[in-house]
């Protein structure tokens, strides 16, 4: 498996019409994800339906993979084979999934794919995400009439490279790792796991980053109000300043310090 294979497959090759769940019934965020994985393992297409949930709610517990508007991508890596394992379930009455913004999900894409690689996650599938960051993306698969409709909408959509809504999958994740570490520096117990899990998450170049801040200041992320880095009290650049009003979502780096900074942490 290799990085430049998936940027240039469709979903559609991966993923089937017989791996969709047009009307999910299922009531709460457990039942739902145990649906799709059964769902799955009938198709044959993994064979350890224990191993899988349990990575799957490991998962969900560090941090809730839904995205809001709807979305959530629950997930985990998991020996499957060359091609990521995708299954979709749509759920018109909703589920509460804890979404930032307190919205049920309605559209759940459940991800498994290969332990290789660290960071592949986010750069496999920010093109779906930011194909559902599109309200009347969202409407066409909410209003498709059948399973195959869903899985031809979603067919064309293209891997890509990081991009918006899954910079804000980051931020939330370096947030909860920098959570961690303050806990274990403080002596707490069986955090290893949790922080190997929220690392696989997260690309190379971002974590050297947060292990460099995290060795030199003990806090890797500040935020920066009024435009200043709480880390190390100076102004940041007016271009910085609008580009983060702009989109504030996303992770950034002060340009006087170094410190990630984000617009609001926890
Ligand atoms: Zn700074």
Request: glycine letters at 8%; proline letters at 4%; charged letters at 30%.
């Amino acid at each position: 498996m290799n990085e430049a294979y998936f940027k240039e497959v469709p979903l559609g090759e991966i993923l089937s019409n017989k791996h969709v769940i047009p009307e999910m019934k299922s009531e709460s965020k457990e039942a739902a994800i145990e649906e799709l994985v059964a769902l799955i393992c009938e198709k044959g297409l993994i064979k350890d339906k224990g191993e899988a949930l349990k990575r799957i709610f490991a998962r969900e517990e560090l941090a809730s993979t839904a995205l809001g508007d709807g979305i959530a991508i629950p997930h985990a890596r998991l020996d499957v084979g060359k091609n990521p394992v995708i299954a979709i379930g749509r759920h018109k009455a909703g589920i509460d999934f804890n979404a930032p913004d307190r919205g049920d999900a309605h559209l759940i894409f459940l991800v498994l794919w290969q332990p290789e690689r660290p960071g592949l996650f986010n750069r496999l599938f920010a093109g779906l995400v930011s194909r559902l960051a599109d309200p009347n993306f969202r409407e066409s698969l909410m209003n498709a009439k059948d399973a195959k409709t869903i899985a031809n909408a979603v067919a064309d959509v293209k891997v890509d490279m990081l991009a918006g809504r899954a910079a804000k999958w980051e931020a939330d994740i370096l947030v909860t790792l920098q959570l961690m570490e303050a806990k274990k520096s403080a002596g707490a117990r069986g955090l290893k796991k949790k922080i190997e899990l929220a690392r696989d998450e997260l690309p190379g170049s971002m974590l050297s980053r947060f292990d460099r801040l995290i060795t030199r200041y003990g806090e890797a992320l500040v935020e920066a109000p009024e435009g200043i880095c709480q880390g190390c009290n100076m102004q940041l650049s007016s271009g910085l300043a609008s580009e983060m009003q702009r989109n504030s979502d996303a992770v950034y780096v002060c340009e006087k310090c170094g410190r990630f900074i984000i617009h609001h942490i926890g």
